[in-house]
């Protein structure tokens, strides 16, 4: 058994002989069973040709006073006008005549300004279209040829703007095999091909942003930790020798602070350039504890007052290295933007319905709102003249990677709330 006698069913079960008649009802029985072929990828709206060319021949067997011409179209008309796709028949000299109600709205898309009716019977394709597309007509000149068209994917240039449909399209012929015309399918698929493009630019770009970074961090970085260690080693010779210069100590300092700062940047630059690998290695992770650890090994000042309103058994279901990095840029912006020399910086945390915690830090600094609005999440960025523009950047990645939020509002009055949501851990 062929592959088109597994997709058609039995003639005799289509039209029982006793109540074979002169109308289309055969038809109408069929296009339920047959609706899927007409999306497929593979070209089987072809195959409705020797379906209804069998059902012609069975009538005629009814009654042979019928023309197989009169009959056959008959047929072909009422499937194609109520086939659910955009699709049209065509005569010898490419004349519309008849059509579905989405090949109205295909056409609508390409007409030119020279022709606005709705009208199409009787037309010719190639002057509606015109000036025509030369691949559309080289397809329907091969059609009249006997040659079958696909095209998964046939861009073209139409009244100034390039369009991309799926295409099929074949001679129809009598059962002497003689050409009747010309069936013509398309569906409009050009804001799917332009998504698939856009997605696959952003796939390449992703692929440079990691290649770049595995090229940035074995060239970069490692030489900038073998400059720290060797200035360390330098510094403890100075101890070593109790050497006391305060002009070589202000410079150590201050090279320090600079290697600091580079390393910072580019952590930043590795995570920006990551792709989906932040929400992984998943572990229950204390909001309490990580504050604490940044408290005392990164915000190294005497005069920094935390207010901590949450509870101390708050665990986040999130990656501990992202928690740190998360809560290091936002306390060290904290410390940076307030406005008092001992600031107070106030962290709050409550439980959401949906399992997540949402935390908000507050201190009595302000940024600028035309700054909040537009930038203060874009890479490389900074209402600071020192900053990298990479910090808040980098919580937005962080927060949103583990499915949550993140907001700041700020005010000279009351200062600046960040408010993020994160997952409980369960």
């Not at 009802?25 to 069998?54: A, D, R, W």
Request: glycine share 4%.
């Amino acid at each position: 058994m062929n592959r088109l006698q597994k997709l058609l069913p039995n003639p005799h079960q289509i039209i029982p002989k006793e109540k074979i008649k002169k109308t289309l009802s055969p038809v109408n029985c069929i296009l339920p069973s047959y609706s899927k072929c007409f999306s497929s990828n593979n070209g089987l709206l072809e195959m409705m040709q020797p379906l209804i060319t069998h059902i012609t021949n069975l009538r005629l067997m009814q009654d042979p006073g019928l023309s197989y011409k009169e009959v056959v179209n008959e047929y072909i008309t009422n499937f194609i006008k109520n086939a659910p796709i955009a699709v049209a028949f065509l005569d010898l000299d490419l004349r519309i005549v008849t059509y579905s109600s989405k090949w109205t709205l295909w056409f609508k898309e390409n007409l030119t300004a020279k022709s606005n009716s709705t009208q199409l019977e009787g037309k010719n394709i190639i002057d509606l279209l015109s000036p025509c597309p030369k691949l559309i007509k080289k397809i329907l000149n091969n059609n009249l040829k006997g040659i079958s068209e696909f095209r998964d994917v046939l861009e073209y240039k139409i009244k100034n703007r390039t369009r991309a449909v799926r295409w099929e399209s074949f001679p129809w012929r009598d059962h002497e095999q003689s050409p009747l015309g010309v069936v013509v399918f398309c569906e409009d698929i050009t804001k799917r091909q332009q998504l698939t493009l856009r997605a696959k630019k952003l796939e390449q770009s992703n692929q440079l942003l990691e290649n770049f970074a595995l090229i940035f961090s074995h060239d970069l970085i490692q030489p900038i930790r073998q400059i720290s260690n060797f200035i360390g080693i330098l510094e403890e010779q100075f101890k070593e020798a109790n050497i006391k210069n305060t002009q070589i100590e202000h410079t150590f300092s201050i090279i320090n602070k600079s290697l600091s700062q580079i390393n910072t940047l580019s952590e930043g630059i590795i995570l920006y350039c990551r792709k989906g690998e932040l929400a992984i290695s998943l572990e229950p992770v204390s909001l309490l504890q990580t504050i604490n650890e940044i408290s005392n090994s990164c915000l190294m000042s005497n005069q920094l007052n935390l207010n901590l309103l949450f509870d101390n058994t708050i665990y986040l279901k999130a990656n501990r290295t992202c928690m740190l990095q998360l809560f290091q840029n936002l306390l060290t912006n904290a410390v940076k933007h307030s406005s008092t020399e001992n600031p107070l910086i106030t962290i709050c945390s409550e439980k959401l319905n949906n399992n997540f915690y949402r935390v908000t830090i507050h201190n009595k600094g302000a940024c600028s709102s035309r700054y909040i609005k537009k930038n203060i999440f874009e890479p490389f960025c900074s209402s600071n003249k020192d900053g990298s523009g990479l910090g808040l950047m980098i919580c937005k990645k962080i927060v949103t990677s583990f499915g949550g939020t993140i907001d700041i509002n700020s005010t000279k009055k009351h200062g600046t709330t960040v408010t993020l949501t994160l997952p409980a851990a369960d």
